[in-house]
C-alpha cells in the first residue's frame, strides 16, 4: 500500500490508500491519453506512480476546476443583467452541482466509467448551450478543459 497525499488548490487535503502497481512515469501514464500535454500538466507533484496514482490526481483536479467553473458562474450571474446568459449559466451551475456529486461518488463507490461518463456528458451540455446561444463566457476555455480532464480520467482508469 502506497499512500499519496494532495493539497489542492482549494486548500483540501485528498488522501489516499493506493496498492502497489506498476510504477512508471507520469509523462508515460499521460502518454496514452488522448490528451497527453493537458495530462502532464496536471501531473506535477508526482513525477512518477502507478496509474491509480494518476487518476486520483486527475479526479482531484478535475473536481478543482469543476469548482473554479462554479465560481465564475457564480460571479457572472450576481454581475449580468442579460437574460439569455443568466438562463444558460443558471443551467451550467445545475449541470455543475450534479457532475460535482458525480466525482465526488465515483471516489466513494469506485465507479470511475459511470461517474465520468454523466460528468462529462454534463460538461457537454453547458459548453453545447453556450455555443447555441452565441455567448461568449469569460470561462469557455474552461468548459472545453473539463470534457478533456474527464476523458483523461476514463483514460487513467482504464489503464488500472
Known amino acids: 500500500m502506497t499512500a499519496i497525499i494532495i493539497l489542492s488548490t482549494t486548500g483540501e487535503v485528498f488522501a489516499a490508500n493506493i496498492p502497489a502497481g506498476k510504477v512508471d512515469s507520469m509523462a508515460n501514464w499521460c502518454s496514452q491519453t488522448l490528451e497527453p500535454n493537458l495530462c502532464n500538466s496536471i501531473m506535477t507533484p508526482l513525477k512518477s506512480g502507478t496509474s491509480e496514482q494518476a487518476m486520483r490526481l486527475a479526479i482531484r483536479f478535475t473536481l478543482d476546476k469543476f469548482n473554479l467553473a462554479m465560481s465564475n458562474i457564480e460571479s457572472i450571474l450576481k454581475t449580468s443583467n442579460d437574460s439569455m446568459t443568466k438562463v444558460v449559466l443558471e443551467s451550467c ?3 455543475y452541482e ?5 466525482i465526488k ?4 463507490d469506485n465507479d470511475i ?3 465520468f461518463s454523466a460528468v462529462i456528458a454534463m460538461s457537454q451540455t453547458c459548453g453545447d ?3 447555441a446561444r452565441d455567448l461568449v463566457i469569460p ?3 474552461l468548459t472545453t478543459n473539463l470534457n478533456k480532464l474527464g476523458g483523461i480520467v476514463l483514460a487513467l482508469n482504464s489503464l488500472r
Open 105 to 108: 461518488d465515483s471516489q466513494k
Open 93 to 95: 451551475r445545475r449541470d
Open 139 to 141: 470561462f469557455r476555455d
Open 113 to 115: 466509467p459511470l461517474h
Open 129 to 131: 448551450e453556450m455555443d
Open 98 to 102: 450534479m457532475a460535482i456529486k458525480d
